[in-house]
């Protein structure tokens, strides 16, 4: 949690656990992808990420899933990397899903039983750049979710990162190479026509989910005001990616949230919802369905 932090000396923002998998890779010592998750895991939570002192309480628990496609050469990479990270919720044990994303289709060179380096100054390698632009955009989801607006220096570290990766042919890191790519997902979080995708982070955790445990209804209220000012996001960026991957996370708790509410707001919220994010549509039925 980033809403404590305070000006210190030790680093270790994360609890990061790194898992990988090669279901279609046949006749690989599985002891490499141990030592890739070693690897992952070792960058993650022990660098210091930010000028801040994170106590164990408040570090960022994430998670890490690449599934190799194939390794065409003994330190080359093609894989899926999935990575999620979830924010504890005040006066409970719940754990609220902050942020999902699945990057397709990348690819890194690294060699077992190497320490993965990473710049902030500099592109040094593909996987290190990967780790680092997710770890600094959590670390800004996070502080959003704290403090509004809160989250912009970690925005601009991961948007470095970006800039720095632009002399690469790896993938993911251009404009014009996709709408839903690394380049977009910052560009847009840093966009003005965003902000209320930024400031329903802090309404609907500080507002909403940490004040469940004091007054649920008025604090799912806070939570549907704050879902309803995406329509402006969604008139200006209609199917943007950055509103996808918020509830590429979040569209089951939103289910659950609601269906306790009652009929005339679970009206407005399923009118709302299957708007901005009709991808989701089957499961925000059951918000009236009850199912």
């Excluded at 991957?245 to 919220?269: C, G, R």
Aim: aromatic content about 12%; charged content about 20%.
């Amino acid at each position: 949690m980033a809403l404590f932090f305070s000006l210190g000396s030790a680093g270790q923002e994360f609890n990061c656990k790194a898992t990988v998998i090669a279901p279609t890779v046949a006749n690989q010592d599985p002891r490499i992808y141990k030592s890739l998750e070693t690897a992952i895991m070792q960058m993650m939570n022990t660098r210091r990420w930010t000028n801040y002192n994170y106590s164990p309480a408040e570090r960022l628990d994430c998670n890490v899933l690449i599934t190799v496609g194939s390794q065409p050469t003994i330190d080359r990479w093609e894989c899926t990397m999935q990575v999620t990270y979830s924010r504890p919720v005040y006066g409970s044990d719940y754990m609220s899903p902050m942020f999902t994303v699945v990057d397709n289709d990348i690819s890194f060179n690294w060699l077992e039983g190497t320490q993965i380096e990473f710049s902030a100054d500099r592109y040094l390698n593909n996987l290190s750049s990967l780790l680092g632009f997710y770890a600094y955009f959590m670390l800004g989801v996070d502080a959003d979710s704290f403090k509004a607006m809160g989250g912009t220096e970690f925005y601009e570290l991961a948007q470095d990162v970006v800039s720095n990766a632009q002399s690469t042919s790896e993938t993911g890191w251009k404009a014009y190479e996709s709408q839903t790519n690394r380049y977009w997902l910052i560009d847009n979080q840093l966009q003005a026509v965003f902000r209320p995708l930024r400031e329903l982070l802090y309404t609907y955790h500080r507002e909403g989910f940490d004040q469940m445990s004091k007054d649920p209804v008025a604090a799912r209220k806070k939570i549907a005001a704050s879902i309803e000012k995406l329509r402006t996001v969604h008139q200006a960026k209609p199917s943007s990616y950055n509103v996808q991957v918020f509830f590429n996370a979040k569209h089951q708790e939103v289910v659950n949230l609601f269906k306790a509410s009652d009929p005339q707001e679970k009206s407005k919220i399923l009118n709302t919802l299957s708007l901005i994010d009709p991808g989701h549509i089957q499961q925000y039925q059951k918000i009236v369905s009850g199912s």
